[in-house]
């Protein structure tokens, strides 16, 4: 068994992570860390096998072989130094650090240890992205000219906890947050980014970023069109994707986050699926089909991170790869414009 230590236990660490650890067999989730009091009573309840501690600087007197960091962004960093230090492989919750030097720097740390550092890009195993790429796999689209990709949220009374306070100093806002995930997917889809275009503003109470849009020019020619809010009344559709074949249109997200705040556990029956109101769209006008998505599965990211533990496979997502989407923030926070005042 891979013995574990989650460090937070807020959405990410309780919803995200451990819940895939303690359902995988590779794996013992032996400590959580929180220093919140009625989050760490959360986790002795829901899973008594582990030990609780207040501070990360306990875990490292334990034989561990892997710490799961869920901790704010600004934080990623030294902990991650830390665990490596230690000989420990790391996986570290999106986005990987704060600035793609720092993540460049852990890289080359993990690689003088010999030891496995990853991040934590699950939306590449939410069920219609992993659609949308087999569809593009298979040609069913052509060759696709523009890529519009949302996640967008109703939260009007803006963000809370550490998010409220944070900027983009230290990884907060929503380009950092949902961003993360948009960018990733735009890049494993179509390649290299050339240019950036971006309009990131802030209408709300919080200190970091709320409305934000992107395009990136892909070297291959296609358009990525991000759109990430907390401010959408009323969404557009998660993707609306146009080739010289067919178009592909879906409404909905993947149904795992969800699932897991309401008390599911991967594994229940029809974890994953989603509703049939959220099937896609693929065609043309007046030739249309609906597509069922496949199911999503967050956990196969730690199935093959426990591959690239054991030493017979890559790890689940390259980190080079979360420090080319930090490139594509910074280039995005440099290129804001008059738009973003």
């Known amino acids: 068994m891979i013995r ?181 997917q735009a890049a494993q889809l179509f390649g290299p980014v050339a240019d950036v275009h971006a309009d990131v503003l802030r209408r709300g109470a919080g200190a970091g970023d709320d409305d934000t849009f992107l395009v990136l020019a892909h070297e291959n020619g296609t358009r990525s069109r991000l759109y990430m809010t907390g401010l959408a009344a009323l969404p557009g559709p998660r993707f609306h994707v146009l080739g010289d074949r067919a178009g592909y249109t879906k409404w909905g997200l993947d149904p795992q986050e969800d699932a897991l705040k309401n008390g599911a556990r991967p594994g229940d029956d029809g974890f994953g699926r989603e509703p049939e109101d959220n099937w896609g769209t693929l065609g043309v006008r007046g030739d249309t089909r609906r597509i069922e998505p496949e199911p999503g599965n967050y956990g196969e990211f730690y199935r093959l991170l426990a591959t690239a533990i054991d030493g017979d496979g890559p790890p689940p997502v390259d980190p080079r790869d979360a420090v080319d989407v930090l490139r594509i923030i910074e280039r995005a926070h440099a290129r804001k414009g008059d738009l973003s005042r």
Do not use: C, M
């Open 4 to 184: 574990t230590a989650v460090i937070g236990f807020g959405v990410s660490g309780r919803i995200f992570h451990a819940p895939f650890l303690a359902a995988d067999d590779a794996y013992s989730l032996d400590f959580i860390v929180t220093g919140n009091a009625e989050r760490a009573a959360q986790a002795r309840a829901e899973y008594p096998q582990a030990t609780v501690l207040a501070t990360p600087g306990e875990l490292f007197a334990h034989d561990l072989d892997l710490i799961v960091i869920g901790t704010p962004p600004a934080t990623h960093a030294d902990l991650a130094a830390t665990a490596l230090d230690h000989g420990l492989h790391v996986v570290v919750d999106k986005p990987f650090t704060v600035t793609s030097v720092r993540g460049e720097a852990l890289i080359e740390q993990a690689r003088r240890a010999g030891r496995v550092l990853t991040v934590f890009q699950n939306r590449r195993w939410d069920g219609d992205f992993r659609t949308l790429r087999k569809l593009i796999d298979n040609g069913e689209l052509g060759t696709v000219h523009t890529f519009e990709s949302r996640f967008e949220w109703w939260k009007p009374q803006g963000p809370r906890d550490w998010k409220a306070g944070a900027g983009a100093a230290d990884g907060g806002g929503i380009l950092f947050d949902l961003g993360t995930h948009l960018i990733d």
